[in-house]
């Protein structure tokens, strides 16, 4: 079974440009996540999917990000424009359980984000 | 929420077992406390959960007293494969289920 797989491994951009981040959960999985670690801090949560909707968006840092999960599948994370502070690794994670406090979390490699 | 804290860094030697210890006071009721591992350039990957008391399975133990307000992942004979981070998180509902991170423990293993 393939696992969270995210794209592309390592961005590099200038700032001021656009970057979209993808995730591809395990299938069957309802829950999604984005998690962000800026260099030298701790992962910060972003926000929850439950299938297509936005469960908890509270971690977003601004307006410039936007996160999707159309059809419930596959997510994507755009940043526009991009600040030199949104450099970092952002995670994506799925989980099957919807409704409990034990889910396991299964993270995606990340995608290394470096803003010049 | 209920914020995990956890040392910063432990040293080791191989085979030695090493237990690091999570404080998380304000857990609730429902909440289950979760221990993932993370190597450099992968992200976190579950190692062992638990609600209360033991839980042991291939690869750790977890330890969690009776008033849940800290637990102790014990990993036993560890070797230089087990050099990572190591976070303890206690997941939340807020309107939705929050898992928060904390700094994590650095485990470094020595020959």
């Known amino acids: 079974e393939a696992g969270v797989t995210q794209f592309p491994s390592h961005s590099v951009i200038e700032k001021g440009q656009t970057v979209t981040l993808r995730c591809d959960p395990i299938?069957?999985?309802?829950?999604l996540y984005w998690y962000r670690r800026v260099m030298g801090k701790e992962i910060k949560f972003l926000l929850h999917?439950?299938?297509?909707?936005?469960?908890?968006e509270s971690g977003m840092p601004n307006n410039r990000f936007l996160a999707e999960r159309t059809g419930g599948t596959y997510s994507t994370l755009k940043v526009q424009p991009a600040e030199l502070e949104d450099s970092g690794v952002y995670f994506c994670?799925?989980?099957?359980?919807?409704?409990?406090?034990?889910?396991?979390?299964?993270f995606g490699s990340g995608t290394q984000l470096s803003v010049l | 929420l209920a914020k995990t804290t956890q040392p910063i860094s432990m040293d080791s030697y191989e085979g030695q077992e090493v237990n690091i210890t999570c404080s998380h006071n304000?857990?609730?009721?429902?909440?289950?406390i979760t221990w993932y591992q993370q190597f450099p350039s992968q992200g976190p990957r579950f190692i062992i959960q638990?609600?209360?008391t033991k839980v042991t399975n291939e690869v750790a133990s977890l330890f969690i007293p009776a008033d849940r307000k800290s637990s102790t992942l014990s990993l036993p004979r560890v070797s230089l494969s087990d050099t990572a981070v190591y976070y303890c998180?206690?997941?939340?509902?807020?309107?939705?289920?929050?898992?928060?991170f904390g700094a994590g423990t650095r485990l470094f293993v020595k020959a």
């Open positions: 299938s069957g999985h309802d829950n």
């Open positions: 638990g609600y209360k």
């Open positions: 999917f439950v299938k297509e909707s936005k469960q908890d």
């Open positions: 304000n857990i609730a009721t429902n909440d289950y």
């Open positions: 994670a799925s989980s099957q359980v919807v409704t409990a406090t034990n889910e396991k979390l299964f």
């Open positions: 998180l206690v997941a939340t509902y807020t309107g939705g289920f929050k898992t928060i």
